[in-house]
């Protein structure tokens, strides 16, 4: 079972690009939350990294896209992203070496973030990105 499954109600921004790659984004997420329990590190490692490349790739195209439009918003936003980057670069970095686990609280995690951003931050971006 999925840990996260989009619909347009919960996480449709209205702004096509963005409503895709989060669409990818939940897939990879489910991806990496289907192997965290396997005990495979290498697996797991390979999930993770594809998940943060992904997040930083997505964000990126986001705050291209808000920076073409003149968003208000940019500053707030990307400081948001720049926190989660971190936060996961932090975590690929030790989970590499050894030092931390990806378990169920890593991807409720991510989850639980996503719940919060893309109806309350992204959402407020429509308007600007579709003008």
């Not at 996260?4 to 996480?11: K, R």
């Not at 990879?28 to 998940?51: T, Y």
Request: glycine residues 6%.
């Amino acid at each position: 079972m999925p840990l996260i499954t989009w619909t347009e109600e919960q996480y449709g921004t209205g702004v096509g690009f963005a409503d895709d790659q989060h669409k990818k984004l939940f897939g990879l997420l489910n991806n990496l939350h289907g192997v965290a329990f396997s005990g495979d590190k290498a697996a797991i490692g390979a999930k993770l990294d594809a998940l943060i490349a992904y997040v930083v790739e997505h964000f990126q195209s986001e705050e291209k896209a808000m920076q073409e439009k003149n968003y208000d918003g940019y500053q707030a936003h990307k400081a948001e992203h720049d926190k989660l980057v971190a936060t996961c670069a932090d975590l690929q970095k030790k989970f590499h070496a050894g030092e931390a686990e990806v378990n169920q609280e890593t991807t409720a995690f991510v989850k639980s973030w996503l719940d919060d951003h893309i109806p309350k931050v992204d959402r407020a971006y429509e308007p600007a990105l579709n003008s």
